[in-house]
T-cell receptor, first 114, second 115 residues
Framework: NAGVTQTPKFRVLKTGQSMTLLCAQD?????MYWYRQDPGMGLRLIHY???????AKGEVPDGYNVSRLKKQNFLLGLESAAPSQTSVYFC?????????????FGPGTRLTVL | DQQVKQNSPSLSVQEGRISILNCDYT??????FLWYKKYPAEGPTFLIS?????DKNEDGRFTVFLNKSAKHLSLHIVPSQPGDSAVYFC??????????????FGKGTKLSVKP
């Protein structure tokens, strides 16, 4: 039982390049989330999904797109990377929404955009 | 505007003593509060939570207190151990309203427990 895994762990991009971050969970959770964490900041929600085939915008969605084609996977895409997207990205999953359902986090992806 | 505030970026405590981490919130719709712990180069892990219908929840060395009238919660760690050194995030959610129950995180407090 691996929990939540993220691929890759590290990545360096040049401005304008694109990439996809992959999140996978093996807990059969309905809800999945993408957060970013910047120095001195808490985690901010980028996008989330309440089930397979659904996605919704979070607090900071601009510059990102997501897809949830399979229940266990949640992909985060950057179409044209910008230095402001340099951050640590965390994926999380939970059985359902609201705070009473624990969110389980992956180990993070450290992205640097030059 | 920050809805969840952790005004102390860091806290240093001696091993064996009590650690008290504080969190304030502004949104009266929040009905569930959580604390997450984060070690460097790892994802956050759930520590303890409390529903707004309670004022205290205890789990081993960790206790969370909620003061709804003051919109304030605190995490007490007794006794503190060096392994507790980490960043602690306070988070809140509202079951009803526009946020769809999503978690709103504070900026975190870095706890250092010295031997």
């Amino acid at each position: 039982n691996a929990g939540v895994t993220q691929t890759p762990k590290f990545r360096v991009l040049k401005t304008g390049q694109s990439m996809t971050l992959l999140c996978a969970q093996d807990m059969n959770h309905e809800y999945m989330y993408w957060y970013r964490q910047d120095p001195g900041m808490g985690l901010r929600l980028i996008h989330y999904s309440v089930g397979e085939g659904t996605t919704a915008k979070g607090e900071v969605p601009d510059g990102y797109n997501v897809s949830r084609l399979k229940k266990q996977n949640f992909l985060l895409g950057l179409e044209s990377a910008a230095p402001s997207q340099t951050s640590v990205y965390f994926c999380a999953s939970s059985r359902s929404g609201t705070g009473q359902y624990t969110q389980y986090f992956g180990p993070g992806t450290r992205l640097t955009v030059l | 505007d920050q809805q969840v505030k952790q005004n102390s970026p860091s806290l240093s405590v001696q091993e064996g003593r009590i650690s008290i981490l504080n969190c304030d919130y502004t949104n009266s719709m929040f009905d569930y509060f959580l604390w997450y712990k984060k070690y460097p180069a790892e994802g956050p892990t759930f520590l303890i939570s409390i529903s707004s219908i309670k004022d205290k929840n205890e789990d081993g060395r960790f206790t969370v207190f909620l003061n709804k009238s003051a919109k304030h919660l605190s995490l007490h760690i007794v006794p503190s151990q060096p392994g507790d050194s980490a960043v602690y995030f306070c988070a809140a959610s509202a079951s009803y309203g526009g946020s769809q129950g999503n978690l709103i995180f504070g900026k975190g407090t870095k706890l250092s427990v010295k031997p």
